[in-house]
């Protein structure tokens, strides 16, 4: 008991570098709070002291802001940074070495009893404000985005970001489909008129440099000289294209 205790304090150390304290982290993590008392809580429901577990969660939930089902399960080493208005439901799986920042939910998609919940496999990285819902699997090793809203399985060292969540390389430029991961950064995709209006325009923009090069080899492929070319490129006058043409 005091072996895992002493683990998951230096699991806090190893990962947030505000941690100033073995006696801050005890008094001051939330995070650190919630998973001691889901430890009980857990024990409580396995052996079938099932309101007392409740009740000792609901507490738990008043103290820390954290809302975890005693019917979870969860790993070791799993650190919540913050954790404020974390949601995990009854039939959600943890692994080792997880990180979960504030306003997760691991939700379900069903009124139905049994398996309802995400599984998240070993060393997954949740972002602040991601929803994962339904009985999927997040492999080992993956990260989901801030705010991403997750449906569909995730594939071990996979990164999901977006709403819904798709999956992204993210050693890829910055652009439509190669935004990186962030555990607090917002979306390019986020129901946001001015951002989707935006995005809009520079999808349309890149559909029309498409058509002017294509416009351009067409030209050269008449005789037409590569100056002249360029030049109605640069005034974009469909006019001047004709009379270069003609």
């Known amino acids: ?23 801050e982290v005890l008094t001051c993590y939330p995070g650190f709070h919630a998973l001691a008392f889901h430890r009980l809580s857990n024990l409580l429901w396995t052996t079938g002291l099932k309101w007392l577990a409740r009740w000792l969660s609901y507490w738990s939930r ?54 309802r919940h995400p599984t998240l496999g070993r060393n997954v990285v949740v972002g602040a404000g991601a929803k994962i819902l339904g009985p999927i699997t997040v492999g080992d090793g993956a990260k989901v985005g801030s705010n991403a809203v997750v449906v569909k399985d995730v594939p071990s060292g996979a990164t999901a970001v977006g709403i819904p969540a798709r999956i992204i390389d993210e050693n890829a430029k910055a652009g439509a489909e190669g ?34 090069e294509y416009i351009l080899a067409q030209l050269e492929r008449l005789g037409v ?22």
């Not at 230096?10 to 006696?23: G, N, Q």
């Not at 005693?70 to 919540?80: D, H, L, N, Q, S």
């Open 1 to 23: 008991m005091f072996d895992r205790l002493k683990e998951e304090i230096r699991v806090i150390f190893d990962r947030d570098p505000a941690a100033r304290s073995t006696w």
């Open 62 to 115: 008043w103290l820390t802001g954290i809302e975890i089902h005693p019917g979870a399960r969860i790993g070791r080493r799993v650190f919540i940074d913050h954790g404020m208005g974390i949601v995990v439901g009854e039939t959600a799986d943890i692994g080792d070495d997880c990180t979960l920042y504030q306003g997760v939910t691991l939700g379900g998609t069903s009124w139905q009893k049994g398996k």
């Open 179 to 212: 935004r990186k991961f962030a555990a607090y950064g917002i979306g390019a995709d986020m129901n946001d008129p001015m951002v989707k209006a935006l995005h809009g325009l520079i999808d349309h923009t890149a559909n029309v440099d498409r058509r002017i």
């Open 225 to 246: 000289k590569t100056e002249e070319a360029e030049a109605a490129k640069d005034q974009f006058d469909p006019a001047y294209l004709n009379r270069i043409v003609d």
